[in-house]
């Protein structure tokens, strides 16, 4: 696992970057649908329970290491100090706008760092592309083609080299359904990320309330043994 300096938190605001769990919600082709069953009723039982299901990639979530590579740890191996991490937001959505296709550049790195300063080591670079307004739409959304090829912006390989060696972040976050852009089959930036053990978190929301620099996340995951992610609770305090 990634190291982490300890540091002290400072904040005035909590901002959800989570969606919320529902039935509908988009979801990556041939992943299961979310369900909820109520097993217990008040004026039956006494209390009010339901059941539910969802892929462990499904909604806002975060990605473990098992998911793409075969001795990576589950996601109930990342420790509780990793889960709790400092975070830039990076905007695209005029270029995202232009061409849903748009990969993250070291150019755009570059000029983000000219305005606000090098991007710290163990900072997580979280990507605003406005996506998350799609959400409701999930065939806006996944934005797919005739041919089933969808079409959503994400990061470019050679950028996630550079934040990774250069810049040794602590991994990645994006408000469309894939750190990947929708074009790239072979799950390239995963890969990449997951590789050193990092996070990749996907499918979050409200990163236009965030400030460019200055917010720490604190990722709340479900500890499933040998999990491949989890679902999370995404807060972002600044």
Request: hydrophobic share 40%.
């Amino acid at each position: 696992m990634h190291p982490q300096k300890p540091h002290c938190i400072s904040y005035s605001r909590v901002i959800h970057l989570s969606h919320l769990i529902d039935i509908g919600i988009p979801q990556w082709p041939g992943d299961p649908v979310v369900k909820f069953t109520t097993v217990a009723e008040l004026q039956d039982d006494g209390y009010y329970l339901r059941r539910f299901s969802l892929g462990e990639h499904s909604a806002t979530h975060i990605n473990a290491p098992s998911s793409f590579h075969g001795h990576g740890i589950g996601v109930d191996e990342y420790s509780a100090q990793s889960l709790v991490v400092p975070a830039v937001v990076i905007d695209i959505c005029k270029q995202a706008t232009i061409n849903p296709d748009y990969l993250l550049t070291v150019a755009d790195i570059l000029t983000w760092e000219a305005e606000f300063g090098t991007i710290g080591a163990d900072n997580i670079v979280l990507l605003y592309t406005g996506w998350q307004a799609k959400w409701l739409d999930k065939n806006a959304f996944l934005n797919q083609d005739a041919a089933g090829n969808m079409h959503f912006p994400g990061f470019g390989s050679d950028t996630t080299e550079f934040l990774i060696t250069e810049r040794q972040i602590a991994g990645v976050g994006i408000d469309t359904h894939g750190v990947d852009s929708g074009q790239d089959t072979n799950f390239t930036i995963n890969r990449l990320v997951l590789a050193k053990s990092r996070i990749v978190l996907e499918n979050l929301t409200n990163l236009d309330q965030l400030p460019p620099q200055g917010t720490t996340l604190i990722i709340g995951i479900l500890q499933l043994r040998g999990g491949s992610g989890s679902p999370a609770a995404v807060m972002a305090l600044f």
